[in-house]
């Protein structure tokens, strides 16, 4: 599903974020991104789903060179990457359902494909009955399951997520990362940046540590958070 090889992402300042990253996440998979700030773990998320493309080597995303794609493209393969936020980054004044249904529209789905597929990813999350309220009345752990929600409205075959937890408590943020492995489980592959330790060492998933822009760790098997 996503094959990094050999990159190297520069900034137009001069920072280096990465320096020649191998990386490989297959169908299904569920991989931690560990790290300090600055390690390098949100700018290979951007690569995923081409906010950025790299300065020196490959992406390869579902078969997909990122770099080679041509702009009018880029909308196809982000059906096929689902992203997830900190922040929810929610629109206000839509409510649940409009939330859900503004990844469709930006993609040309029709009204029918909202009216079938708004509903299945709700009913996934835990929100059906929830689909008429307003960002604002709801906790932010449901904000973040509407987030999701959004996020697999497509049927990506990639899911990102950008620290899913970093504004909720730890029971919540437990419950977040349960349906982040359903999701996993049912073939979607998930690819998480993440500081939470006890969250990572609790999940027992494959952690990959990054340090300086260079992956130091790659712990397939379930290595726990141990941060370099």
């Known amino acids: 599903m996503i094959h990094v090889e050999g990159v190297t992402v ?3 300042d001069g ?15 569920f991989a931690f991104l560990v790290g300090a700030s600055g390690s390098g773990k949100s700018t290979l998320l951007h690569l995923v789903y081409r906010e950025l493309v790299p300065t020196e080597g490959r992406v390869i995303i579902a078969g997909q060179d990122v770099a080679s794609l ?12 689902g992203v997830i936020f900190q922040d929810f980054r929610l629109l206000s004044e839509r409510n649940v359902w409009e939330n859900v249904a503004f990844a469709l529209e930006v993609v040309g789905a029709s009204r029918r494909e909202k009216y079938r597929k708004v509903p299945l990813a709700l009913e ?19 904000q973040q399951r509407v987030s999701i929600a959004r996020a697999l409205v497509n049927n990506p075959a990639i899911l990102v997520a950008d620290e899913p937890t970093g504004n909720l408590d730890p029971d919540i943020s437990w419950e977040i990362m349960q349906l982040l492995t359903n999701i996993a489980d049912r073939g979607t592959t998930v690819v998480c940046a993440t500081h939470d330790r006890v969250i990572v060492d ?3 998933r494959r952690v990959v540590s990054l340090v300086g822009g260079t992956i130091v760790r790659d712990a397939r098997g379930g290595g726990g958070y141990d941060e370099p």
């Open 10 to 12: 520069v900034y137009s």
């Open 15 to 29: 920072t280096r974020a990465l320096s020649g990253v191998d990386l490989q996440v297959d169908r299904g998979e």
């Open 70 to 81: 041509p702009r009018e493209r880029v909308p196809y393969l982000r059906r096929n990457v």
């Open 124 to 142: 996934l999350v835990g929100l059906s009955e929830k689909e008429q309220s307003f960002p604002h009345q709801l906790s932010g752990g449901e």
């Open 202 to 204: 609790g999940m027992r």
